[in-house]
């Protein structure tokens, strides 16, 4: 069982920025791929952007590219998403999840945990 508590969310203005954090407890961290998931009000839950276990290997949605950064920080049990010129349309509950298994950047992201969300709103 891992436990996943988020960080870091607010209210900002667009154009802004904001860094999310997500601490992992309960098991070991390294052997866990990690991402990022958003969900805006009546809309479906979307994958942001993820990581595998070192790092080398990220992805992100279009929709974030060269905007979002996500990271991890294995020695604090921690990934983190660096989120830059910040728009309305990112505004959503945005989720951390964790994967016991990762295919590769590019396949989906078969998500074992979840978190509880932290709350990004953006203001224009």
């Known amino acids: 069982q891992v436990q996943l508590v988020e960080s870091g969310g607010g209210l900002v203005q667009a154009g802004g920025s904001l860094r999310l954090s997500c601490a992992a407890s309960?098991?070991?961290?390294?052997?866990?791929?990690m991402a990022w998931f958003r969900q805006a009000p009546g809309e479906e839950r979307e994958l942001v952007a993820n990581?595998?276990?070192?790092?080398?290997?990220?992805y992100y949605a279009d929709s974030v590219k060269g905007r979002f950064t996500i990271s991890r920080d294995n020695t604090r049990n921690t990934v983190y998403l660096q989120m830059d010129s910040l728009k309305p349309e990112d505004t959503a509950l945005y989720y951390c999840?964790?994967?016991?298994?990762?295919?590769?950047?590019?396949?989906?992201?078969?998500?074992?945990?979840w978190g509880q969300g932290t709350r990004v709103s953006i203001s224009s």
């Open positions: 309960g098991h070991t961290f390294l052997g866990y791929a």
């Open positions: 990581i595998n276990w070192s790092g080398g290997n990220t």
């Open positions: 999840a964790a994967a016991r298994e990762y295919y590769g950047p590019s396949y989906p992201f078969r998500v074992d945990f």
